[in-house]
């Protein structure tokens, strides 16, 4: 398990719930890709300059390992 702040885990989170979802290129998503949490798609919104990702296999064991299920539904994303 990654120490990762509380922006990065809601934004995996979310990723966990909704599937691919864009968000702009931010140090944020490149330090989640770098880990192998997320993945980008490879589809791309130029007008609003964002990337789509999608959760990897190691995303969902990170949230399992944090939270006990993948996607904890209406749980607050705590550090």
Do not use: C, N, W
Request: charged content about 25%; cysteine-free.
């Amino acid at each position: 398990m990654h120490k990762l702040p509380p922006t990065s885990l809601y934004r995996l989170q979310m990723l966990a719930e909704t599937g691919p979802r864009f968000y702009q290129v931010s140090v944020y998503m490149r330090r989640l890709e770098t880990l192998g949490l997320v993945a980008a798609t490879g589809r791309t919104d130029p007008s609003a300059d964002s990337v789509e990702y999608r959760i990897t296999d190691a995303g969902q064991a990170d949230l399992k390992e944090r939270y006990g299920t993948a996607a904890p539904s209406g749980k607050p994303v705590e550090p």
